[in-house]
């Protein structure tokens, strides 16, 4: 596991870059909530990071977020957000343990989280794929606002905004186009979350409005393999 020293230094880089962006954008730090990106690291990692004051962690997979939701369930005021695309059946995981849902495409799996969901309504982002490749996760801009339409029906779901994982590049330039056409869209939508950017391009991400960007590698190191 990263030395504690370690996980202080990355997290002090990532907070300056952070606000560096934010600076440059002419935002408050505040308006950026940072989301630390944890899947398939340990729990004591989790432990690690929350002991350094990082209360707002991501996960991309139901059971291992049910397995981690378990495991700090000590750590009042952890904010688990569920990040990747989940399976119908699994979706009662999310409904319980997540207090964000960022990939949200599927009815079905809208209707699965409102069955699912007691307590406080499930913020969930809509997933849109931007660059408008084939093989990507995410809605066609232009299905979005009936998709939002239909999930607003739903109880104990909230839309919170859009999100989008544009294919990743060396240069963090070329995912400048998708934020820009997801931060069109959630405007012209009347959204006002953007989960957006991750450790290749969320400073770019936040020069163009995001509100929430989901930062693993910069904060951790490299994954262990899965
Ligand atoms: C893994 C993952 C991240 C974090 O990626 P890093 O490059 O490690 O920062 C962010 N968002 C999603 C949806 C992911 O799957």
């Known amino acids: 596991m990263l030395p504690l020293e370690t996980l202080k230094e990355n997290l002090a880089e990532v907070e300056r870059r952070i606000l560096a962006a934010c600076t440059r954008a002419g935002r408050s730090r505040d308006s950026v909530q940072l989301v630390a990106v944890t899947k398939r690291h340990p729990p004591e990692l989790v432990k690690t990071a929350?002991?350094?004051g990082l209360r707002h962690f991501g996960e991309n997979y139901a059971q291992e977020l049910r397995d981690k939701h378990e495991a700090l369930s000590?750590?009042?005021?952890?904010?688990?957000?569920?990040?990747?695309?989940?399976?119908?059946?699994?979706?009662?995981?999310?409904?319980?343990?997540?207090h964000v849902f960022?990939?949200?495409e599927r009815l079905e799996v809208a209707q699965e989280l409102s069955r699912r969901r007691t307590g406080a309504?499930?913020?969930?982002?809509?997933?849109?794929n931007v660059a408008g490749e084939a093989s990507k996760a995410g809605l066609e801009p232009s299905s979005v606002a009936a998709f939002i339409e239909?999930?607003?029906a739903l109880p104990n779901l909230e839309v919170a905004g859009l999100m989008c994982m544009p294919p990743l590049d060396e240069n963090p330039e070329i995912s400048r186009p998708a934020f820009?056409?997801?931060a069109q869209l959630a405007k012209q939508l009347g959204l006002s979350g953007l989960s957006m950017?991750?450790?290749?391009d969320f400073e770019v991400a936040i020069e163009e409005g995001a509100t929430h960007v989901r930062v693993g590698t910069a904060l951790f190191g490299?994954?262990?393999?899965?």
């Open 180 to 182: 820009k056409q997801l």
């Open 50 to 52: 929350w002991d350094l």
């Open 197 to 200: 950017g991750t450790t290749g």
């Open 150 to 152: 239909q999930v607003r």
């Open 102 to 104: 960022h990939a949200l």
């Open 74 to 98: 000590a750590q009042a005021g952890i904010r688990w957000h569920a990040i990747g695309p989940v399976q119908p059946k699994n979706a009662k995981y999310v409904a319980k343990a997540a």
């Open 121 to 128: 309504p499930l913020r969930c982002f809509v997933e849109v």
């Open 222 to 226: 490299e994954r262990p393999a899965a």
